[in-house]
């Protein structure tokens, strides 16, 4: 018996002609533009999201411009497009959609934002954290905190490590054409009515259920992604797509996975019998993008998926660096950071070196490399004024010992160091200062804000992460909370080394006024 749903490998199955077709190599068609060799059951999302010569339009058509080119020509036609200083053809970015928007820069111009995320964290996308009053996005005005960023100038962001989307932001285009996605604040919504469907499926020989599967990547739960022509379960016609699956057979799916899913279905004699639930929220991005990879490799019958190497995993350590000095001479150092910083509450830091001083000529420090005492005095928990008072007061001492931490990122060349996101992250514990603030849920419930991580997280035991701050939710009213958080406690609960479930579970049930202890990482400036 023949089917479309992957099952887990200690399990024989057969494959149809058409499944076998499915992981077949196949060269994209628009050969001069692209060379990507891909499975061909990934072709249809390549096309869509990604490919360089695939036909599209300027985003300025509903103006009356007539462009329909290759996807890599788009960029060089806007700064021509006739329509393209027409202040009336600004898209707006709608909640729960899909937006493209371009911003016009100068040369000297910054976006102006700072990032968190990217595929190489439990985030998975890029996000804006913050946005700064002089850049060009704040100037633009469309873009506010919590916006997914999709794509950039053509530049596929979904699939991007945080140091590759960081590159691609930073690149200088006149034009900067932006691909993101809101999402809806639940007090916005209209009021949706859930429905609870159970729907029952009779197997036949030589037919194929022909149900795709897949999971969000910001939560659990198994969704019901397309439905193969032909199939079954297409011609019964009562399963739809973004369906939520709840139990298959009587066994509660609600947390599972797809091999699970998988597992249950392939095993079922006759009939297979699926609850679900349904609503009429759009497809976000999480299901949407999930066709360019882990639903090629479920097509493919693969769950043998490598799990992702995240940095988060590492810590970097402290040493003592000793020295002397001339009394007479400074360290030849500057810093930055401190509590209460322009950009929060960090350890104090090195941004740079004078190669002529002492600190230069031992060679044993770097920007980036974070300072934790000075002949023992403390360096931690204090202002950056404060911290550079107690640097003065050895000046004149002639041995002198640094406690550092060994930053993960430095600059060799002139100019300043700035750390990213990701530096901060891989800070021990010493290194983190808890931030406490309390919201109140709004009238619908929600507190306006997103999670991923977990301890069953796919990058391995991780905290439990804000991924996203909703706008004009309790949330984003506060201000305090910023995407990239790490969430530590909740009220009286804590959240160290809990399930993503857990975390979820513990979130909506505690009431009234919600305190939370969060570890706060300034953003990736843009």
């Known amino acids: 018996m023949t089917m479309t749903l992957p099952r887990i490998n200690s399990l024989s199955v057969f494959l149809s002609p058409a499944r076998l077709l499915d992981k077949l190599l196949v060269v994209c068609p628009n050969v001069d533009y692209c060379e990507e060799v891909l499975p061909r059951s990934e072709l249809e999302a390549h096309l869509l999201h990604r490919c360089r010569g695939a036909v599209t339009r300027c985003i300025k058509s509903s103006l009356g411009c007539g462009f329909q080119g290759p996807r890599s020509a788009l960029q060089s036609h806007l700064w021509e497009c006739a329509f393209r200083d027409q202040a009336s053809g600004k898209n707006p970015v709608s909640e729960g959609e899909v937006s493209t928007i371009e911003i016009q820069r100068r040369e000297d111009d910054q976006l102006g934002i700072s ?86 499926l009779m197997k036949h020989k030589n037919r194929q259920l022909g149900i795709k599967l897949v999971g969000k990547r910001n939560g659990p739960g198994v969704y019901i992604l397309t439905l193969i022509t032909g199939s079954l379960a297409a011609s019964d016609g009562r399963l739809k797509p973004d369906d939520r699956v709840l139990e298959i057979n009587g066994q509660d799916i609600t947390y599972g996975t797809q091999e699970q899913a998988a597992h249950i279905i392939q095993t079922s004699p006759e009939r297979v019998q699926f609850v679900v639930s349904r609503t009429s929220r759009p497809q976000t991005p999480d299901l949407i993008r999930s066709t360019s990879s882990e639903m090629a490799k479920l097509g493919a019958f693969s769950f043998d998926l490598e799990a992702p190497v995240c940095p ?101 060349g002139p100019g300043n160091f700035s750390p990213s996101w990701m530096f901060w992250l891989q800070m021990p514990k010493i290194c983190q200062t808890l931030k406490t603030l309390t919201l109140l849920r709004s009238p619908s419930g929600s507190l306006g804000f997103s999670i991923v991580g977990g301890s069953d997280s796919s990058h391995g035991s991780l905290p439990i992460f804000v991924k996203s701050v909703v706008p004009e939710t309790p949330a984003a009213k506060d201000g305090r909370l910023k995407c990239g958080d790490i969430l ?20 909506r049930q505690v009431d009234g006024a919600v305190t939370l202890s969060v570890i706060s990482w300034p953003g990736t400036v843009v």
């Open 115 to 200: 990032i968190v995320g990217g595929c190489d964290t439990p985030l998975i996308c890029t996000v804006i954290q913050e946005i700064f009053p002089e850049g060009a996005v704040s100037q633009d005005g469309r873009l506010k905190p919590g916006d997914q960023i999709l794509e950039v100038n053509g530049d596929d962001l979904t699939q991007a490590s945080h140091y590759h989307a960081h590159q691609a932001l930073t690149n200088f285009l006149p034009v900067c054409r932006l691909t993101v996605y809101r999402e809806r604040a639940e007090d916005s919504r209209p009021i949706e009515k859930e429905e609870i469907l159970k729907i029952t």
């Open 312 to 412: 988060l995993l590492n810590v970097c350590k402290e040493r003592l660096v000793s020295f002397t000095k001339d009394p007479s001479e400074t360290l030849g150092i500057s810093i930055a950071g401190g509590l209460i910083s322009q950009r929060g509450d960090t350890p104090v830091y090195v941004t740079n070196i004078n190669q002529g001083g002492c600190i230069g000529r031992c060679r044993q420090v770097k920007k980036g490399d974070v300072l934790l005492s000075i002949n023992g005095a403390n360096l931690l928990g204090i202002t950056h004024a404060e911290a550079v008072q107690q640097i003065k007061l050895q000046a004149n001492v002639r041995n002198l010992t640094l406690k550092i931490i060994e930053g993960a990122e430095t600059l060799d």
């Open 488 to 507: 530590v406690s909740v009220n009286e609960h804590s959240l160290h080394q809990v399930t993503h479930a857990s975390a979820v579970e513990i979130l």
